[in-house]
């Protein structure tokens, strides 16, 4: 079953982590997540990371230093 970005978001907020199919979620998701995943201290592993630009995930990074795991 797929979540909205928006439910994920208030279960990162709430400290849950979460793992998640790059295939499945925009960049601008992605980046939302990691957002919420640094004020929260919770940690976010984005699975087959390699369909993303090195760039987007080097935006993502910074978003959440130490908060990201890229699975490529």
């Not at 994920?8 to 990691?34: F, H, P, Q, Y």
């Not at 995930?57 to 990201?68: F, H, M, Q, S, T």
Request: glycine share 8%.
């Amino acid at each position: 079953m797929s979540r909205s970005t928006t439910d994920l978001k208030e279960i990162v907020r709430l400290g849950g982590g979460l793992s998640l199919d790059a295939n499945t979620k925009s960049t601008a998701d992605l980046k939302l997540l990691a957002i919420q995943t640094k004020v929260s201290g919770a940690t976010l592993i984005v699975r087959n990371a390699g369909i993303k630009s090195t760039n987007d995930l080097k935006d993502i990074a910074r978003l959440a230093p130490g908060r990201v795991i890229f699975e490529i």
